[in-house]
């Protein structure tokens, strides 16, 4: 059975860090481009960074440039958000999720729709 669980999410002051992980089951880690999507009520589905399937890598969107890194350990089928300097903007459900390879996802910034697995998402509360 085909699962991602995300978990490390929760409520942190402004210019905290938290460190999201992804844990993966019934596929295998090499074939997936993953990618971090977060979503606020009321607005689409954003994503904010993707690492490729096994040559790890990384796409950030402006919002996450510098502030957020993403690593992946395929062996643990397992793939890290850290987010440090949050911001109350920050503030969503976070999902990660997975693309065939095939489709490039990272590299051609892919919207949700070209996502095959998603996780049920972590909550993360930023406080000014």
């Known amino acids: 059975q085909v699962q991602l669980v995300e978990s490390g999410g929760g409520l942190v002051q402004s210019g905290g860090s938290l460190r999201l992980s992804c844990e993966v089951s019934g596929f295998s880690l090499d074939y997936y481009d993953i990618g971090w999507f977060r979503q606020v009520p009321g607005k689409e589905r954003e994503g904010i960074v993707c690492i490729t399937d096994t040559d790890d890598r990384t796409y950030y969107t402006n919002s996450a440039k510098g502030r957020f890194t993403v690593s992946r350990e395929n062996v643990a089928n397992r793939v890290d958000l850290q987010m440090d300097s949050l911001e109350p903007e920050d503030t969503a459900v976070y999902y990660c999720?997975?693309?065939?390879?095939?489709?490039?996802?990272?590299?051609?910034?892919?919207?949700?729709?070209?996502?095959?697995?998603w996780g049920q998402g972590t909550q993360v509360t930023v406080s000014s």
């Open positions: 999720a997975a693309s065939l390879r095939q489709l490039r996802s990272c590299f051609r910034a892919g919207g949700p729709s070209e996502y095959k697995y």
